[in-house]
Each structure stands twice: as C-alpha cells, then as structure tokens.
C-alpha cells in the first residue's frame, strides 16, 4: 500500500529519470499493461454494446469504429 501511495505520489510530481524507471518497474511487475488492457477490452464492449440501443446509421458506425481504433491503435 505505501509502495502503491509512493507510485502515485511520484505520477503527480515532476518525476526524475530514475523515478520513471522506478514507476514503469512497478507497472511491469504488477502485470499492469495486461490488467489495462483487459480493462480497456471490457470498457470497449461494453461501449460497443450501449450502441445497440440505437439504430443502425452512419453515426453509429463510426462511433463503434472510433472506440475500436482508439483500443487497436498502438503508439
């Protein structure tokens, strides 16, 4: 828990070089790339599903084609 506060404390600042290798070591020890990735899966299609309410269009097309760009695209 005080590793996690110190984590946070170190995002909100202006963190050195050595404080985002500390920050990214974290990350990748927790599994956290995979847990956001699941998160980002499950907000997708759940974002996907809300569309359904709606009827089909060109808008609604290309809402559903923006959040699946945004959850593909790759920096």
Known sequence: RSTRRGIIRIIKGDPSPEQVSEVL????QNNG???????MSQYRDDAISQLGA??????????????????ERES
């Open 54 to 71: 709606f009827p089909d269009s060109d808008m609604k097309h290309s809402l559903a084609a923006l959040v699946n760009f945004t959850i």
């Open 33 to 39: 790339i995979s847990y956001a990735n699941e998160k």
């Open 25 to 28: 070591k974290f990350v990748e």
